[in-house]
């Protein structure tokens, strides 16, 4: 049975599908959880839709509310955040429309708006420390690094860090997460010392909380064990291989 919230997501997007005015007396009574709902549907929708969608939200609370009034504001904020990640992902490409690249390269680059309106509306949701919040700065750093805007992605990847460290604890599986997340881009860029540190402190901590068998404690091993490699320690690098090929069937 659906909940409040999602009967609400459907009839605002149903409304604003036809571009229709929000009617006052349906705004009176439901106003309150009009922007949760618009929020929860935007996080499933292609960027494009989404402008489309808050362009008829501010379209129908003008008619509605008035161009002062502080709502209709609020939808203007949100319709300047969704044309700014738009403009980012747009023209980085260089490439023509046909060629295979150009199509990749599109699909990496919808991905990253779709992140950053993400984070944008979580962060006025909830601030910038909230799990939510960092979730999605973590999925738009995976989404810089898919491009190879690995700096970007490691200062991002950095902070979601650091703060999970700070709200969660630093042995908190999203915690863990970010730590290997780090190391990865750390090794992707050369700096193996920094990868190799980061590697052993995630595969630590994930044996500890979630076992050998864990998936994520065997992709941690498998990295460390590649970073020891690639820095010549190959005696370590091989007792860990050793251990992932002798570990228990793996699990989530």
Known sequence: MATFLEEDCVRVVNLLRKDLAIEKLWYDRYGATVDMAMEKVALQLDPKNIKDMYTAALKGRKVVLKE????????????????????????????????????????????????????????????????????????LAHALAEQGRLVEAGQKFEYAMTARGKV?????????????????????????????????????????WLGDDNAATRNSLVSLANVLRDQGKLKEANELRARHRNAPARRD
């Not at 609020?74 to 403009?87: C, E, G, M, P, T």
């Not at 699909?107 to 509306?121: G, P, V, Y």
């Not at 750390?186 to 901590?205: S, W, Y």
């Open 68 to 139: 002062r009034h502080e709502d209709t504001q609020r939808s203007r904020h949100k319709l300047d955040d969704v044309q700014r990640a738009l403009a980012l992902t747009s023209g980085r490409n260089g490439q023509g429309s046909g060629h295979p690249g150009a199509l990749d390269g599109r699909a990496k680059m919808d991905e990253e708006a779709r992140a950053r309106l993400e984070l944008s509306l979580r962060e006025k949701a909830y601030g910038a420390e909230h799990p939510e919040t960092l979730a999605s700065l973590s999925d």
């Open 168 to 208: 969660l604890g630093a042995q908190a599986k999203a915690t863990l997460e970010s730590v290997h997340d780090l190391a990865h881009v750390l090794a992707e860029q050369g700096d193996l010392v920094a990868a190799e540190a980061l590697f052993r402190r995630a595969l630590e901590g994930r044996q500890k």
